[in-house]
């Protein structure tokens, strides 16, 4: 990838081609920067860098000035920088994540292609000490030179310790430039102004200021417009405000979905924030912001990455995933224009939160008869609902699947079929069918009890037996009959004996039944049996979830999904079905067998 290959923006390959002929002309060295024709193969060829960040730079003359810079360094060392090894990005300083930085790295640096590279400015390698002295440290394994147009250039170690101490002052002039102009808005906002940049979509920024005899901006007033409101103040038909209105109307009055407003404006024509069509996401980005109501607040929250992604390359860019608040002290308040009232935003906003639990596209519920029911083979984990595209069918998948950065990722990539819930609603309605089975698994769970409660009492005497055995030890030490290490021997034994059966007892406590929980049962027996006295065969997808949940159905596919267990949580333990699937999901019902 060359700059020619990779036109970017703001420079068009003709302009950077226009500027690279300036420069050569006012250096005087024609023949040595910007060669078109040479011959790429031989690593005898030098590549020169610069870089810019900000928009507005790009429109300034700073980019003549570095082409000019490389070339008078070019013509200082004697050696010819090709045309194609002519580097510009259009990106920040705080990474090595560039286009042009990229190809130099690997396809320069790695393969040993040229003898060095020029740097304009030590600013256009990196602001940042880590990804600079990475990069340093590469070059010097490969043998290639770096020359700096504002910094020593050696690899001393003199050289190298002022080339960081410079970039830890350029690191700490932009974090001095972000705190200003940070402390410059807030400065606004408490004058009664709004800060200093672009209004969020619905608004216009608007200003009052003058030029002063010294050529200087004055800003005397600044604050936000409703975008084109008409002479009432309201928003006119199709503007950006009348749409964001219309949005939470949408949505919090109507109970549309942000799907359906995404595709609704997109169907009438308006274009979303950047420009570009409206999505899901940019809908609901748009909704979340409170402003809408005049109330907003600078400096209120902050992104920083995320702690549980892998790091990865260090010089490479670390996105900000997270928004996180900031204490609340830091952030000051100021009003704009109201475009909807408190009371809808909220009512919007739950709304969107509530559709988004396990609800499709047109906010209709994905009626999921087994949703939190139904276990990843691999992983254990419960697995999540999704929606087949251009389907109203649906199936299961493992929620660790996407997780790919988080030490809980799974890699199962098979899914559950919907037909799945049918199977399993046709156990239970076999289940429902025979009174006997709730009779019998009480019967069994009341006699396990009963067990637990025998193995208890065991245990319990076991410990009574024992203590009375360390009485006696005691006893005999102060009698003579045992001296001291005998006695705490004996002592020692007896007491490990105790704590296991005490820890025996707690394993058994938390396995024995209560009797809240049989009376549940017994009121449970009678609710099943009045139900499958009725007909089960048109009870409701309410009244199928309701017998679920009070089963505590619990649903463990095998890793070839041919096969399934079925499981009761209420204290039951020998209430498992076992279903094998044929490749055409066809069920074949089994015998009730125990676990």
Same mark, same amino acid.
């Given at each position: 990838?060359?700059?020619?290959?990779?036109?970017?923006?703001?420079?068009?390959?003709?302009?950077?081609?226009?500027?690279?002929?300036?420069?050569?002309?006012?250096?005087?060295?024609?023949?040595?920067?910007?060669?078109?024709?040479?011959?790429?193969?031989?690593?005898?060829?030098?590549?020169?860098?610069?870089?810019?960040?900000? *928009?507005?730079?790009?429109?300034?003359?700073?980019?003549?000035?570095?082409?000019?810079?490389?070339?008078?360094?070019?013509?200082?060392?004697?050696?010819?920088?090709?045309?194609?090894?002519?580097?510009?990005?259009?990106?920040?300083?705080?990474?090595?994540?560039?286009?042009?930085?990229?190809?130099?790295?690997?396809?320069?640096?790695?393969?040993?292609?040229?003898?060095?590279?020029?740097?304009?400015?030590?600013?256009?390698?990196?602001?940042?000490?880590?990804?600079?002295?990475?990069?340093?440290?590469?070059?010097?394994?490969?043998?290639? =030179?770096?020359?700096?147009?504002?910094?020593?250039?050696?690899?001393?170690?003199?050289?190298?310790?002022?080339?960081?101490?410079?970039?830890?002052?350029?690191?700490?002039?932009?974090?001095?430039?972000?705190? @200003?102009?940070?402390?410059?808005?807030?400065?606004?906002?408490?004058?009664?102004?709004?800060?200093?940049?672009?209004?969020?979509?619905?608004?216009?920024?608007?200003?009052?200021?003058?030029?002063?005899?010294?050529?200087?901006?004055?800003?005397?007033?600044?604050?936000?417009?409703? *975008?084109?409101?008409?002479?009432?103040?309201?928003?006119?038909?199709?503007?950006?405000?009348?749409?964001?209105?219309?949005?939470?109307?949408?949505?919090? @009055?109507?109970?549309?979905?942000?799907?359906?407003?995404?595709?609704?404006? @997109?169907?009438?024509?308006?274009?979303?924030?950047?420009?570009?069509?409206?999505?899901?996401?940019?809908?609901?980005?748009?909704?979340?912001?409170?402003?809408?109501?005049?109330?907003?607040?600078?400096?209120?929250?902050?992104?920083?990455?995320?702690?549980? =992604?892998?790091?990865?390359?260090?010089?490479?860019?670390?996105?900000?995933?997270?928004?996180?608040?900031?204490?609340?002290?830091?952030?000051?308040?100021?009003?704009?224009?109201?475009?909807?009232? %408190?009371?809808?935003?909220?009512?919007?906003?739950?709304?969107?939160?509530?559709?988004?639990?396990?609800?499709?596209?047109?906010?209709?519920?994905?009626?999921?008869?087994?949703?939190?029911?139904?276990?990843?083979?691999?992983?254990?984990?419960?697995?999540?609902?999704?929606?087949?595209?251009?389907?109203?069918?649906?199936?299961?998948?493992?929620?660790?699947?996407?997780?790919?950065?988080?030490?809980?990722?799974?890699?199962?990539?098979?899914?559950?079929?919907?037909?799945?819930? %049918?199977?399993?609603?046709?156990?239970?309605?076999?289940?429902?069918?025979?009174?006997?089975?709730?009779?019998?698994?009480?019967?069994?769970?009341?006699?396990? @009890?009963?067990?637990?409660?025998?193995?208890?009492?065991?245990?319990?005497?076991?410990?009574?037996?024992?203590?009375?055995?360390? +009485?006696?030890?005691?006893?005999?030490?102060?009698?003579?009959?045992?001296?001291?290490?005998?006695?705490?021997?004996?002592?020692?034994?007896?007491?490990?004996?105790?704590?296991?059966?005490?820890?025996?007892?707690?394993?058994?406590?938390?396995?024995?039944?209560?009797?809240?929980?049989?009376?549940?049962?017994?009121?449970?027996?009678?609710?099943?049996?009045?139900?499958?006295? %009725?007909?089960?065969?048109? +009870?409701?997808?309410?009244?199928?979830?309701?017998?679920?949940?009070?089963?505590?159905?619990?649903?463990?596919?095998?890793?070839?999904?041919?096969?399934?267990?079925? =499981?009761?949580?209420?204290?039951?333990?020998?209430?498992?079905?076992?279903?094998?699937?044929?490749?055409?999901?066809?069920?074949?019902?089994?015998?009730?067998?125990?676990?």
């Amino acid at each position: 990838m060359t700059v020619q290959e990779n036109a970017i923006e703001f420079i068009t390959k003709e302009k950077l081609d226009e500027y690279i002929a300036q420069a050569v002309k006012a250096a005087h060295y024609e023949n040595g920067f910007g060669i078109s024709g040479c011959d790429l193969l031989k690593p005898i060829w030098w590549a020169g860098y610069c870089r810019q960040s900000l *928009d507005q730079q790009a429109q300034n003359n700073r980019l003549p000035e570095y082409l000019l810079t490389l070339a008078r360094m070019a013509k200082d060392q004697g050696v010819v920088v090709p045309r194609e090894y002519v580097f510009y990005d259009h990106v920040t300083g705080e990474h090595l994540d560039r286009p042009g930085m990229q190809f130099i790295r690997h396809e320069l640096v790695n393969k040993q292609k040229v003898m060095g590279i020029f740097f304009a400015d030590l600013r256009c390698l990196s602001r940042e000490p880590a990804p600079q002295q990475v990069f340093e440290r590469e070059c010097e394994i490969r043998g290639i =030179r770096l020359v700096f147009g504002d910094a020593p250039s050696g690899m001393d170690i003199g050289s190298q310790f002022a080339r960081s101490a410079i970039t830890f002052s350029n690191k700490l002039t932009r974090m001095a430039t972000h705190g @200003n102009a940070r402390a410059g808005n807030i400065g606004r906002v408490l004058k009664g102004w709004v800060p200093s940049h672009r209004a969020p979509y619905g608004y216009v920024y608007k200003r009052d200021a003058e030029i002063t005899h010294d050529g200087r901006i004055q800003v005397k007033r600044a604050w936000w417009e409703i *975008d084109k409101a008409g002479e009432d103040g309201m928003p006119l038909p199709g503007t950006p405000a009348d749409v964001i209105v219309k949005m939470f109307n949408w949505i919090g @009055n109507e109970g549309r979905t942000v799907y359906w407003v995404a595709k609704t404006l @997109n169907e009438i024509g308006i274009r979303g924030p950047s420009g570009g069509r409206w999505a899901q996401d940019s809908v609901r980005y748009v909704m979340l912001n409170h402003c809408y109501t005049g109330k907003h607040k600078y400096n209120a929250t902050t992104r920083v990455p995320n702690p549980r =992604r892998p790091l990865g390359d260090i010089t490479g860019a670390i996105k900000r995933t997270l928004r996180i608040a900031k204490p609340a002290g830091e952030s000051v308040e100021f009003s704009v224009p109201v475009l909807v009232s %408190e009371e809808l935003w909220q009512k919007a906003n739950r709304a969107t939160r509530e559709r988004g639990r396990g609800r499709g596209k047109e906010g209709k519920s994905i009626t999921a008869l087994l949703r939190n029911r139904v276990f990843c083979p691999r992983c254990s984990k419960p697995m999540t609902v999704k929606h087949r595209s251009g389907s109203d069918k649906y199936y299961y998948l493992c929620s660790r699947l996407y997780h790919a950065h988080e030490a809980e990722h799974c890699a199962y990539r098979r899914f559950v079929p919907d037909t799945w819930d %049918e199977a399993v609603w046709d156990c239970i309605y076999a289940i429902l069918k025979d009174d006997s089975w709730i009779s019998e698994r009480l019967s069994l769970a009341q006699k396990q @009890n009963q067990d637990i409660d025998k193995l208890v009492r065991l245990e319990q005497q076991k410990i009574t037996l024992y203590q009375n055995k360390i +009485v006696k030890i005691r006893e005999g030490f102060e009698g003579g009959l045992y001296n001291l290490d005998e006695a705490k021997v004996k002592v020692n034994d007896y007491q490990e004996v105790i704590i296991k059966a005490e820890q025996e007892i707690k394993r058994l406590t938390g396995l024995m039944s209560d009797h809240k929980l049989t009376v549940k049962i017994e009121d449970l027996k009678k609710e099943l049996r009045k139900l499958a006295q %009725e007909n089960l065969d048109k +009870v409701t997808f309410a009244e199928k979830r309701d017998i679920i949940n009070k089963l505590g159905i619990k649903v463990y596919p095998s890793e070839d999904l041919k096969t399934m267990r079925i =499981r009761c949580s209420l204290n039951f333990t020998t209430d498992v079905y076992s279903h094998p699937l044929n490749r055409c999901g066809i069920i074949q019902f089994a015998s009730l067998c125990s676990q």
